[in-house]
Nanobody, 121 residues
Framework: QVELVESGGGLVQAGGSLRLSCAAS????????MGWYRQAPGKQRELVAM???????NYGDSVKGRFTISRDNAKNTVFLQMNSLKPADTAVYYC???????????????WGQGTQVTVSS
């Protein structure tokens, strides 16, 4: 199976920064893309950032210019650098991997357990 372990969430004041990490491990054969979604109370889960195997990125409109996604391929790890944080960024952030595992042999989404990010005003 594929396991995703997130770290780096917490409480920060508006205007501050946080860096999230997500390490994928297990029986991974290939990674198509990895990234982050977030979900605030009472709202739908939304894409924050995505990074594919070709190095292309995609960001949600609300975080463009403030958040940056990067990766360490050797460690199957992605990072989300979040700057100029706003109270509206408060949410649970979920890491995902769109991967092929040795068990399933087809592309599917795997999810982390989520990490809370709280931005105070």
């Amino acid at each position: 199976q594929v396991e995703l372990v997130e770290s780096g969430g917490g409480l920060v004041q508006a205007g501050g920064s946080l860096r999230l990490s997500c390490a994928a491990s297990g029986s991974i054969l290939s990674i198509n893309n990895m990234g982050w979604y977030r979900q605030a109370p009472g709202k739908q889960r939304e894409l924050v950032a995505m990074l594919n195997s070709g190095g292309n990125t995609n960001y949600g409109d609300s975080v463009k210019g403030r958040f940056t996604i990067s990766r360490d391929n050797a460690k199957n790890t992605v990072f989300l650098q979040m700057n100029s944080l706003k109270p509206a960024d408060t949410a649970v952030y979920y890491c995902y991997c769109n991967c092929v595992s040795s068990e399933n042999r087809y592309l599917r989404m795997y999810w982390g357990q989520g990490t809370q990010v709280t931005v105070s005003s």
